[in-house]
């Protein structure tokens, strides 16, 4: 029989800190990256590329207060266990399935992953590598990786106990549930997705999968051709081959890639679905679905330095892995629409897979053929009656109050399946809560992060059908109308906030609408400098006032600034990398080659971010070129790189 049990789980953990109280006005890159494709991928094939894309992740806060200093702790786990298998699932982080251990094989399935570290990767920007991860709504790492979901104890008609798992994503508008149980020696997941709502909405879903890399393994899939994907400078190039080689190598296996890369497998719609991960000893993890999650993805880091880099900065002694991805499309550089007042679900089986290391190591249709009758014989567990409910128990773990407060503006229920108890909302619904019962926002006050924010007409109608006076309510009402595309609209409302009460928020806000959207780059920096010496002491403030002081060419600004700061900002990595910056374009390399050395350890850099090698490679060009008695814009990066190596311990060149 499967059991469920609730339980502290000790993990060597970081800090991942609170969230940012600065919204997301046009900073984020990422979600606006330009996407072409080749004319090897068909019109059919494209249809869907570039859509559904979001300009914000609004009502979101950006979390990156992290660091990378660990210690043991004790996170709430949902261990599901029989006579054949441990499943661990941390609720409180997005509902990670951490390890999955095979108890008569006595071997662990996944990459489990020796600490909690978050990194810049996900869409709010903390994220962390190992396990599988449930990806919902919006392309890119979950809003909700390092969040809290519900989760409660379910029973089927056979007694076999349940986790379920559930949340409300605010950007979609929509209730996504994830089910788990097990069956001797698999376990199975049962995942809906419920737009509620009286609109359509884009949707997109991938199941990450983190699993040990070595020098054979091999990925199997029961396709032909692939898509691969390269991204560089914020541009996706995505083209179509031919596999199991592509450029003469032979992309299933992972260490044939030099480079990281993205391998989307194009699966014909006749073949059953299923992806495998096996080593060189015929050992590996299966994954199998149903029909409608159509997509399987390979996601390698590459052997190059900076892919290898990667892989120890996410973890500490854990070693290499690669990820196997299965989705609702068959890239993850597009979102389907999901209809009004409608449902999507499937099930997915995760278990062992062992095989002749013949059968795999060699001409791929054999290795497909001897998977596919395992995959097969594995199907009949994708029974929808496995879950089957017959007892619910009260919920025993808490996500977020936003589904409680979605409930009570839409005045009906947002899930037939879940419940979202008032009891779930606090301090950061209070003010939204207030607005509902017909008054309008308090005046906060202005050196108190800001606790929340909420997005949609809804909520503007509401807003402004209960004006207030106090600055605290533009900037709010300025936040909507950003996230509504209105950005005449936000900048006026966040100048009427400055009016009113000069505040460091409104000012900040009205600078990122200058900067990213209007290009004025000197008003911009002035309402950076006014916003920090309104608050001094908010770090996030002063990065971003930094990266401003940059980008307006206000270098002087910028020392004259950093020698303000509190001394605990100083010593931060991304403030000393943005000072080396700034001292490189000075002109004074000598002065940024003391900042910028392998010692130098930046908590949040961003994957894809090539800031630090760009840095160092403009410092050393000024050096090299002086010692040359060159131009600097006659030397290449090679030779630069070549006559002043970048050490490996900043070295995050992913493509």
């Known amino acids: 029989?499967?059991?469920?049990?609730?339980?502290?789980?000790?993990?060597?953990?970081?800090?991942?800190?609170?969230?940012?109280?600065?919204?997301?006005?046009?900073?984020?890159?990422?979600?606006?990256?330009?996407?072409?494709?080749?004319?090897?991928?068909?019109?059919?094939?494209?249809?869907?590329?570039?859509?559904?894309?979001?300009?914000?992740?609004?009502?979101?806060?950006?979390?990156?207060?992290?660091?990378?200093?660990?210690?043991?702790?004790?996170?709430?786990?949902?261990?599901?266990?029989?006579?054949?298998?441990?499943a661990v699932f941390l609720p409180e982080l997005g509902g990670r399935l951490w390890s999955l251990y095979d108890k008569k094989k006595e071997r662990e399935l996944l990459y489990k992953n020796d600490v909690f570290q978050p990194c810049n990767l996900a869409l709010r920007n903390a994220w962390f590598s190992g396990g599988v991860e449930w990806n919902v709504g919006i392309k890119g790492h979950n809003p909700l990786t390092c969040a809290p979901l519900f989760a409660q104890r379910l029973c089927n008609d056979a007694g076999n106990e349940i986790l379920r798992m559930y949340e409300f994503e605010r950007i979609r508008g929509i209730v996504y549930v994830i089910e788990a149980t097990l069956k001797g020696d698999a376990l199975l997941m049962n995942i809906t997705i419920e737009n509620t709502a009286d609109r359509d909405t884009p949707m997109y879903w991938w199941s990450n999968i983190a699993v040990p890399e070595t020098k054979g393994t091999r990925v199997v899939v029961p396709a032909r051709a692939a898509f691969y994907c390269g991204y560089?400078?914020?541009?996706?190039?995505?083209?179509?081959?031919?596999?199991?080689?592509?450029?003469?190598?032979?992309?299933?296996?992972?260490?044939?890639?030099?480079?990281?890369?993205?391998?989307?497998?194009?699966?014909?719609?006749?073949?059953?679905?299923?992806?495998?991960a096996i080593d060189e000893n015929g050992k590996g993890l299966l994954q199998l679905s149903d029909p409608i999650l159509k997509g399987r993805k390979l996601f390698v880091w590459g052997q190059h330095t900076g892919g290898k880099r990667w892989n120890e900065w996410l973890s500490q002694d854990a070693g290499s892995y690669i990820e196997i991805q299965a989705g609702l499309l068959k890239t993850q550089l597009e979102h389907f629409v999901m209809d009004a007042k409608s449902v999507i679900n499937w099930r997915e089986c995760y278990c062992a897979i062992d095989v002749n290391p013949d059968d795999i190591h060699g001409d791929f249709d054999r290795a497909d053929e001897t998977v596919s009758a395992v995959a097969r014989k594995r199907a009949a567990l994708l029974d929808p009656d496995i879950f089957k409910i017959s007892r619910t128990d009260p919920i025993s773990a808490y996500g977020s109050g936003w589904g409680a407060l979605e409930n009570k503006i839409r005045q009906t229920p947002i899930s037939n399946i879940c419940a979202f108890p008032e009891g779930s909302m606090g301090s950061e619904q209070e003010d939204w809560l207030s607005l509902l019962g017909g008054n309008s926002l308090p005046e906060h006050a202005k050196n108190e992060p800001i606790a929340s924010y909420v997005v949609g007409k809804r909520w503007i109608e509401l807003m402004e059908g209960a004006p207030s006076e106090n600055w605290y309510y533009y900037n709010q009402l300025g936040v909507m109308r950003y996230a509504d595309s209105d950005f005449d609209g936000a900048a006026d409302c966040f100048a009427r906030s400055i009016a009113l009460s000069d505040n460091a928020w409104a000012r900040r806000n009205l600078a990122m609408i200058q900067k990213n959207i209007r290009g004025e780059l000197d008003a911009a920096a002035d309402n950076m400098l006014r916003a920090t010496e309104l608050l001094p002491d908010y770090?996030?403030?002063?990065?971003?006032?930094?990266?401003?002081?940059?980008?307006?060419?206000?270098?002087?600004?910028?020392?004259?600034?950093?020698?303000?700061?509190?001394?605990?900002?100083?010593?931060?990595?991304?403030?000393?990398?943005?000072?080396?910056?700034?001292?490189?374009?000075?002109?004074r390399p000598e002065k940024a080659s003391e900042i910028i050395t392998a010692d130098l350890v930046v908590p949040d850099l961003m994957e894809g971010e090539y800031s630090l090698s760009n840095i160092w490679i403009g410092i050393y060009a000024q050096i090299l070129a002086k010692e040359r008695g060159v131009s600097v814009d006659s030397l290449s990066q090679e030779e630069v790189l070549s006559a002043y190596p970048l050490p490996r311990e900043i070295d995050f060149r992913m493509h």
């Open 539 to 587: 770090y996030q403030l002063t990065v971003e006032c930094f990266m401003a002081l940059i980008r307006a060419a206000r270098y002087d600004d910028l020392v004259s600034l950093y020698d303000r700061i509190p001394e605990s900002a100083q010593r931060a990595g991304r403030i000393l990398m943005l000072l080396g910056e700034c001292y490189s374009k000075m002109g």
């Open 1 to 86: 029989m499967t059991k469920l049990q609730f339980e502290k789980y000790p993990i060597l953990a970081a800090t991942l800190g609170d969230d940012s109280a600065l919204p997301d006005i046009h900073v984020n890159s990422y979600i606006r990256a330009n996407i072409t494709v080749s004319d090897r991928v068909s019109d059919e094939d494209a249809k869907y590329i570039g859509k559904g894309m979001i300009q914000s992740l609004l009502p979101y806060r950006i979390s990156d207060s992290y660091t990378r200093e660990r210690s043991v702790r004790e996170f709430n786990a949902a261990i599901l266990e029989n006579d054949d298998v441990r």
């Open 232 to 276: 560089s400078d914020g541009k996706y190039f995505l083209d179509k081959s031919s596999i199991p080689e592509i450029e003469g190598r032979d992309v299933t296996y992972a260490s044939s890639s030099q480079r990281s890369r993205d391998f989307f497998f194009d699966i014909p719609a006749e073949r059953e679905k299923w992806v495998a």
